[in-house]
Nanobody
């Protein structure tokens, strides 16, 4: 069974930076593509970024349009951890951020239903 635990969310001023972490417990971390989603009050869950890794293709990342150029996703397979480095934060980035795991090779990296496991979420609040 896979468990995901996010950390790092907090209150930050606009223009600031924050790094979220997601620890994956269970076997086969490298067999999963890892994603970050966010959900603001009254809004649908939004794709933020995802990262996958294979021995043949290396690391592959994808980003949502609203965070491209500001956020960076990375993973450390030795630590079973995925990170989301967020910079130039805006008030509209305020949301609960969720970590999720998807089986490698499954389609729909931007679709929440494609992900098999979810963390509890961590709150990020950006003040103006």
């Amino acid at each position: 069974q896979v468990q995901l635990v996010e950390s790092g969310g907090e209150l930050v001023q606009a223009g600031g930076s924050l790094r979220l972490s997601c620890a994956h417990s269970g076997r086969g971390f490298s067999n999963y593509a890892m994603g970050w989603f966010r959900q603001a009050p009254g809004k649908e869950r939004e794709f933020v970024a995802c990262v996958s890794w294979t021995g043949w293709t290396g690391t592959n990342t994808q980003y949502g349009d609203s965070v491209k150029g500001r956020f960076t996703i990375s993973r450390d397979n030795a630590k079973n951890t995925v990170y989301l480095q967020m910079s130039s934060l805006k008030p509209e980035d305020t949301a609960v951020y969720y970590c999720a795991a998807r089986y490698l090779g499954s389609a729909g990296h931007t679709t929440p239903s494609a992900y098999a496991y979810w963390g509890q979420g961590t709150q990020v609040t950006v003040s103006s």
